[in-house]
């Protein structure tokens, strides 16, 4: 049995599983294999391959042995484009010492004719046709001169643009081509001679995909498009040139050990007493502490938000949204899926931006107030029809009437009824809330005091169309039997009388105004002390 060996310089990546985080890459390459044992050796790899998840496979041979492997004495990586960036940025340094030179014939010509006109001009005895004609001579040549000076120093700026680029990418040559490389070695046994085509797997960390949802809503049409995309990135070393690309939301990275339930034993605990200050402040300490993580996690949370894709948000927000797939969707049993119907390119440690899903779907749209937390008026799309479009838990930058008004997060998990996506405040309908003069004050009734509250809702529809608007409030809801609230009037609103919540759901047509009341009255003791407002 003979034993040979056949390397490979260049092999091609084929598909890419590309995860959250990390990588499944599928390269091949076809070779022609002797009878017996043959070690391939697939070199120029990157570096970062996960060692234990490499797998070759082919139909034609039998695979004995696999093994990966950093060659650390070796030439550049990608040695001809480094070799052709020095070469092109040698050609470019002439170009420009060419350009220099002639600069300065321009300027020295330049003075020759300055000091033509000056002697032109005090020659005497010179006839007046012939000062003219001298004169419109040096007219024309100082015009060629001056254009010729301007079309050198243009192209004197792009030279140095292009040495600039060029510079730039031989030292990422000089950063990146002397590191190790990866070697995955192939043992292949073959009873024959004959063609094969080898296929190696690997999970490489240098990679991963961010998604983000465009949503877009145009007044009148009652639509709303939903676009997701895709921010990809890898930094294996190596550019993926026209790849098949999956982009799924499985995490290789997790754990694959099972859950395993331990006894719960129950043992008694023993209550310890505290004097009344101390238990109030033992209690509201470690609430305050909450309070405070919680404010912390919110803050940080926005500061991410605000930062990121600002540029982005403002250079994408008139573009128009085609009801065109980029993705075919699956489900499969470690998470969503998507099939770039396209071959797609990405370039090392460069993020590009890909479309995925484009859906134009039929949308219902409603205001919403709560001018008792905010006097602004909300404009809410819903989408009832949404368990096919595939969501996924994702950031949205939402887009309104072609302008940009902030972002949101989608989680199919957390929908009910229908998705509904803020589109931000509406300035056209003005909300308000003031207390009721007729309906206010305290009074004593049978030994207890009785505290009666009411307010007026005013909401005015400036807009040019109607409008539908859910109007909310609450009232108190006890949870002490020796404090009792009655409604008195809520303007044909719903009540829950579980939550307290208010609702009107409210028709407004172009111009229109209306008022709507809450009143209510709480009986308590004297000694007791309420919030009633």
Same mark, same amino acid.
């Given at each position: 049995?003979?034993?040979?060996?056949?390397?490979?310089?260049?092999?091609?990546?084929?598909?890419?599983?590309?995860?959250?985080?990390?990588?499944?890459?599928?390269?091949?390459?076809?070779?022609?294999?002797?009878?017996?044992?043959?070690?391939?050796?697939?070199?120029?790899?990157? +570096?970062?391959?996960?060692?234990?998840?490499?797998?070759?496979?082919?139909?034609?041979?039998?695979?004995?042995?696999?093994?990966?492997?950093?060659?650390?004495?070796?030439?550049?990586?990608? +040695?001809?484009?480094?070799?052709?960036?020095?070469?092109?940025?040698?050609?470019?340094?002439?170009?420009?010492?060419?350009?220099? !030179?002639?600069?300065?014939? #321009?300027?020295?010509?330049?003075?020759?004719?300055?000091?033509? $006109?000056?002697?032109?001009?005090?020659?005497?005895? /010179?006839?007046?046709?012939?000062?003219? !004609?001298?004169?419109?001579?040096?007219?024309?040549?100082?015009?060629?001169?001056?254009?010729?000076?301007?079309?050198?120093?243009?192209?004197?700026?792009?030279?140095?643009?292009?040495? $600039?680029?060029?510079?730039?990418? %031989?030292? &990422?040559? @000089?950063?990146?081509?002397?590191?190790?490389?990866?070697?995955?070695?192939? @043992?292949?046994?073959? @009873?024959?001679?004959?063609?094969?085509?080898?296929?190696?797997? =690997?999970?490489?960390?240098?990679?991963?995909?961010? +998604?983000?949802?465009?949503?877009?809503?145009?007044?009148?049409?009652?639509? #709303?498009?939903?676009?997701?995309?895709?921010?990809?990135?890898?930094?294996?070393?190596?550019?993926?040139?026209?790849?098949?690309?999956?982009?799924?939301?499985? !995490?290789?990275?997790?754990?694959?050990?099972?859950? %395993?339930?331990?006894?719960?034993?129950?043992?008694? #605990?023993?209550? &310890?007493?505290?004097? $009344?200050?101390?238990?109030?402040?033992?209690?509201?300490?470690?609430?305050?502490?909450?309070?405070?993580? /919680?404010?912390?996690?919110?803050?940080?949370?926005?500061?991410?938000?605000?930062?990121?894709?600002?540029?982005?948000?403002?250079?994408?927000?008139?573009?128009?949204?085609?009801?065109?797939?980029?993705?075919?969707?699956?489900?499969?049993?470690?998470?969503?899926?998507?099939?770039?119907?396209?071959?797609?390119? /990405?370039? %090392?440690?460069?993020?590009?931006?890909? *479309?995925?899903?484009?859906?134009?779907?039929?949308?219902?749209?409603?205001?919403?107030?709560?001018?008792?937390?905010?006097?602004?008026?909300?404009?809410?799309?819903?989408?009832?029809?949404?368990?096919?479009?595939?969501? #996924?838990?994702?950031?949205?930058?939402?887009? =309104?009437?072609?302008?940009?008004?902030?972002?949101?997060?989608?989680?199919?998990?957390?929908?009910?009824?229908?998705?509904?996506?803020?589109?931000?405040?509406?300035?056209?309908?003005?909300?308000?809330?003031?207390?009721?003069?007729?309906?206010?004050?305290?009074? /004593?009734?049978?030994?207890?005091?009785?505290?009666?509250?009411?307010? &007026?809702?005013?909401?005015?529809?400036?807009?040019?169309?109607?409008?539908?608007?859910?109007?909310? @409030?609450?009232?108190?809801?006890?949870?002490?039997?020796?404090?009792?609230? *009655?409604?008195?009037?809520?303007?044909?609103?719903?009540?829950?009388?579980?939550?307290?919540?208010?609702?009107?759901?409210?028709?407004?047509?172009?111009?229109?105004?209306?008022?709507?009341?809450?009143? =209510?009255?709480?009986?308590?003791?004297?000694?007791?002390?309420?919030?009633?407002?």
């Amino acid at each position: 049995m003979s034993n040979k060996e056949i390397v490979i310089e260049n092999s091609c990546i084929n598909e890419v599983r590309l995860y959250l985080s990390g990588a499944w890459v599928t390269r091949a390459t076809k070779l022609k294999l002797l009878s017996g044992q043959t070690k391939v050796v697939i070199k120029n790899l990157c +570096p970062d391959i996960d060692g234990a998840s490499v797998f070759a496979h082919t139909a034609h041979a039998e695979i004995n042995a696999v093994n990966f492997r950093k060659n650390y004495f070796k030439e550049p990586l990608l +040695p001809q484009k480094s070799e052709e960036a020095k070469k092109e940025l040698e050609k470019l340094r002439e170009e420009l010492l060419l350009i220099d !030179s002639k600069i300065s014939v #321009i300027e020295f010509e330049k003075e020759l004719l300055l000091n033509n $006109r000056t002697l032109v001009s005090s020659e005497a005895g /010179v006839k007046t046709e012939e000062l003219k !004609s001298a004169s419109t001579f040096l007219k024309k040549s100082f015009e060629s001169n001056r254009l010729e000076f301007l079309r050198l120093n243009k192209s004197k700026k792009e030279t140095e643009d292009k040495i $600039r680029k060029f510079e730039l990418e %031989n030292e &990422v040559f @000089d950063k990146y081509g002397l590191k190790p490389s990866g070697e995955i070695a192939v @043992d292949v046994y073959s @009873d024959k001679e004959k063609e094969i085509e080898l296929a190696i797997n =690997y999970y490489v960390g240098g990679a991963f995909w961010t +998604p983000f949802y465009e949503v877009r809503a145009q007044e009148g049409q009652g639509k #709303i498009g939903l676009k997701l995309k895709a921010n990809i990135k890898q930094t294996s070393g190596e550019d993926w040139q026209n790849v098949r690309m999956v982009l799924s939301m499985a !995490s290789p990275n997790m754990s694959l050990n099972q859950p %395993n339930l331990a006894t719960w034993f129950l043992r008694p #605990i023993k209550e &310890v007493r505290y004097e $009344r200050d101390e238990v109030v402040k033992r209690s509201a300490m470690p609430k305050a502490k909450a309070r405070l993580s /919680v404010m912390k996690e919110e803050a940080d949370f926005m500061e991410e938000l605000r930062l990121e894709e600002e540029l982005y948000m403002a250079a994408s927000a008139a573009v128009p949204m085609m009801a065109r797939d980029a993705a075919s969707a699956v489900e499969s049993s470690s998470g969503a899926e998507f099939i770039m119907s396209e071959l797609l390119s /990405v370039p %090392n440690d460069e993020m590009r931006a890909f *479309d995925v899903m484009v859906h134009s779907v039929d949308a219902d749209f409603c205001h919403y107030a709560v001018p008792k937390l905010d006097k602004d008026v909300f404009l809410i799309g819903s989408i009832k029809e949404w368990q096919g479009l595939n969501l #996924i838990r994702a950031e949205a930058s939402v887009f =309104y009437n072609g302008a940009y008004v902030g972002k949101t997060f989608i989680d199919p998990d957390a929908i009910k009824d229908a998705l509904k996506i803020s589109f931000g405040r509406d300035k056209g309908v003005l909300v308000s809330r003031h207390k009721a003069r007729d309906f206010s004050g305290k009074k /004593v009734f049978n030994s207890n005091l009785k505290t009666e509250s009411g307010f &007026v809702l005013s909401i005015k529809n400036s807009k040019a169309a109607a409008i539908d608007l859910m109007l909310l @409030d609450q009232l108190p809801v006890s949870s002490d039997k020796t404090i009792l609230v *009655d409604v008195v009037d809520i303007s044909g609103a719903k009540h829950n009388k579980e939550s307290g919540e208010v609702v009107w759901m409210l028709s407004l047509k172009a111009g229109a105004s209306i008022e709507k009341s809450l009143k =209510y009255s709480v009986t308590y003791p004297p000694d007791v002390q309420l919030y009633l407002d």
